[in-house]
């Protein structure tokens, strides 16, 4: 959700404008009519990149859901999981310490 300095809710389809604006101005074109630059794709950055940071500094990606979930504003911390299957760096990273993990119970 967006907040105006007044603190209200900002309106979508304003935000998308200026959002729109700015990426042309940077000059990230869409692919396609289909497949161009959205807002929702810096949220998907900034999940993927802070979890790949906590994996690679051997943080507590629990804990980091649980932190992420609430920032993102998701109800269910399993919504902010769908990030770690979108992204196969990230299950590469999971899948990493999960055997790190089973090696060290043996």
């Given at each position: 959700?967006f907040?105006?300095?007044?603190?209200k809710?900002?309106?979508?389809?304003?935000?998308?404008?200026?959002?729109?604006q700015?990426?042309?101005?940077?000059?990230l074109?869409?692919?396609?009519?289909?497949?161009r630059?959205?807002i929702h794709?810096l949220?998907?950055?900034?999940?993927?990149q802070?979890?790949?940071?906590?994996?690679t500094?051997?943080?507590?990606?629990?804990?980091?859901?649980t932190?992420?979930?609430?920032?993102?504003?998701?109800?269910?911390?399993?919504?902010?999981?769908?990030?770690l299957?979108?992204?196969?760096?990230?299950?590469?990273q999971?899948?990493?310490r999960?055997?790190?993990?089973q090696?060290?119970?043996?």
């Open positions: 959700m907040i105006s300095p007044a603190g809710r900002l309106i979508y389809s304003n935000v998308q404008a200026t959002f729109a700015l990426t042309r101005h940077a000059g074109l869409p692919r396609s009519a289909r497949c630059p959205r794709d949220r998907h950055s900034f999940v993927v802070t979890l790949q940071d906590v994996y500094d051997g943080g507590d990606v629990g804990f980091l859901l932190l992420l979930s609430t920032y993102l504003g998701h109800v269910h911390p399993a919504s902010t999981f769908w990030y299957s979108a992204a196969p760096e990230l299950m590469a999971a899948a990493r999960l055997e790190q993990h090696e060290g119970q043996r």
